[in-house]
């Protein structure tokens, strides 16, 4: 199984940027998959998640950030609107057959990308 994260980079207060993760070696369709992320010296914290029909989002996040998948390509997107300062940190795509109340902590996750960071400047 392999994840491959890519599109992070430096963007300033009120950007966007559109984090990619191309997932293998698993049946895609049948797997939560996730965001989380990690800033320096903190927990890795959930971020969203999808399977199928339903999204999940971090509180932090709403309003802001949307999870989608192409399960043709085989990929899961993060798109991230109106970027704060506190949005910094190295981001990892993630999948998973937790149920959803379970889903919040990164011990519930089975596979993990390599991780992308997110820099937002003021």
């Known amino acids: 199984v392999q994840l491959q994260a890519s599109g992070g980079g430096l963007v300033q207060v009120g950007g966007s940027l559109r984090l990619s993760c191309v997932v293998s070696g698993l049946t895609f369709s049948t797997y939560r998959l996730g965001w989380f992320r990690q800033a320096p010296g903190k927990e890795r914290e959930f971020v969203t998640s999808i399977r199928t029909g339903d999204k999940y989002y971090a509180d932090s996040v709403k309003g802001r950030f949307a999870i989608s998948k192409d399960n043709a390509k085989r990929t899961v997107y993060l798109q991230m609107n109106g970027l704060k300062p506190e949005d910094t940190a190295v981001y990892y795509c993630?999948?998973?057959?937790?149920?959803?109340?379970?889903?919040?902590?990164?011990?519930?996750?089975?596979?993990w990308g390599q991780g992308t960071q997110v820099t937002v400047s003021s």
């Open positions: 993630a999948a998973g057959r937790s149920i959803v109340s379970s889903q919040y902590s990164q011990y519930n996750w089975q596979y």
